[in-house]
């Protein structure tokens, strides 16, 4: 079956680490996004990439970094300057003119 | 630029009665529209979206959304709550100039009383 898997699903860190989040999709979509929700606001735009070797900032992309070596694989690094990294973190991927298709998330947790 | 309004961040309905939850967007060009639902702990499910054809659009698990493009509306409905439909539920607008960028409501969380 085609999705995207994202892992872990519980990650634990202490402040001041960096930690990488996986995300990876054998739907063979081209574009590939990932977004924070925090309760109440709704999910929020933090990078996406269109294409292979090649991504772009959402609306709050300040203290993240990605890459984008592979079609399969988005992971999304959450550094140390992000100053409230605690939240869901949700990966999705589509084809053009298709919605978004949502992995199962990732919840942090840094303390 | 896009927004999207859900009013009312939670809802309760009985079992069996009708759910309705609000969506108003803006867009400055003819929009996609969806409405996704999330189980706790998990990604957003795809309910239903409207792509300019037929102005109502039915989803799965018997919801359907209406787009008024007079009122700048995309509300939600089921004629008859179950206790699975308790959720968290997403509207979202998509700019057609913008392929598949979404911008995200803040979300209405339903619950379902028996």
């Known amino acids: 079956d085609g999705g995207i898997t994202q892992s872990p699903k519980y990650l634990f860190r202490k402040e001041g680490q960096n930690v990488t989040l996986s995300c990876e999709q054998n739907?063979?979509?081209?574009?590939m996004y990932w977004y924070r929700q925090d309760p109440g606001q709704g999910l929020r735009l933090i990078y996406y990439?269109?294409?292979?070797?090649?991504?772009q900032k959402g609306d709050i992309a300040e203290g993240y970094s990605v890459s984008r070596e592979k079609k399969e694989s988005f992971p999304l690094t959450v550094t140390s300057a992000q100053k409230n990294p605690t939240a869901f973190y949700l990966c999705?991927?589509?084809?053009?003119?298709?919605?978004?298709?949502f992995g199962n998330g990732t919840r942090l947790t840094v303390t | 630029a896009q927004s999207v309004t859900q009013l009312g961040s939670h809802v309760s309905v009985s079992e069996g009665a009708l759910v309705l939850l609000r969506c108003n967007y803006s867009?400055?060009?003819?929009?996609?529209l969806f409405w996704y639902v999330q189980y706790p702990n998990q990604g957003l499910q795809l309910l239903l979206k409207?792509?300019?054809?037929?102005?109502l659009v039915k989803g799965i698990n018997g919801f359907e959304a209406e787009f008024k493009k007079s009122e700048t509306s995309f509300h939600l409905t089921k004629p008859s709550a179950h206790m699975s439909d308790a959720a968290e539920y997403f509207c979202?607008?998509?700019?057609?100039?913008?392929?598949?960028?979404?911008?995200f409501g803040g979300g209405t969380r339903l619950m379902v009383k028996p």
């Open positions: 999705a991927s589509s084809i053009r003119g298709s919605p978004l298709h």
């Open positions: 739907l063979n979509h081209d574009a």
């Open positions: 990439s269109q294409i292979v070797n090649d991504f």
């Open positions: 979202a607008v998509s700019d057609l100039n913008a392929g598949n960028m979404l911008t």
């Open positions: 867009s400055s060009v003819p929009p996609y």
């Open positions: 409207y792509t300019s054809a037929a102005t």
